[in-house]
């Protein structure tokens, strides 16, 4: 498979959006047990970064009046992360009080999603054979 102009990247980041800085790193320390590595301040937008699974994970404060993305909509900043036992870590979330949709077996994948307060999806997931290589 061709990766045409970005052959030679890597993905490294993601940004999430967040109506209050404040209250996203309670709930994420809280429901994720992530806690920011730094933390910053750029064109009067408050933001802040995790080191999740190699990944660097930032939530970027939104303006006053901007509007959050809204929970459940396809293709409203949705981060992915690969876990060798997606019902394990669905019943952990649980524990925590996060909302977490139910587990679904999709082709040779198993996934589940959740969101954040502000709407920001995560999918879980999985893959059932070898074919995309170990996961431990």
């Not at 303006?63 to 992360?81: H, N, S």
């Not at 307060?117 to 995560?122: C, E, L, T, Y």
């Amino acid at each position: 498979m061709s990766a045409g102009v970005f052959e030679k990247s890597a993905t490294a980041s993601v940004i999430l959006r967040c109506s209050d800085l404040a209250n996203s790193l309670a709930w994420y320390r809280e429901k994720l047990g992530w806690a920011p590595i730094g933390r910053g301040n750029e064109g009067g937008e408050n933001f802040a970064t995790f080191s999740v699974g190699g990944l660097l994970v930032s939530l970027w404060e939104l303006p006053p009046d901007a509007e959050p993305a809204r929970a459940g909509i396809r293709g409203a900043y949705v981060a992915i992360y690969i876990h060798a036992d997606v019902a394990a870590l669905r019943d952990r979330l649980l524990d925590r009080g996060v909302e977490a949709r139910d587990t679904i077996q999709a082709g040779n994948f198993m996934s589940f999603r959740f969101a954040d307060p502000d709407g920001n999806v995560f999918e879980v997931t999985t893959a059932k054979s070898a074919a995309l290589g170990p996961l431990s």
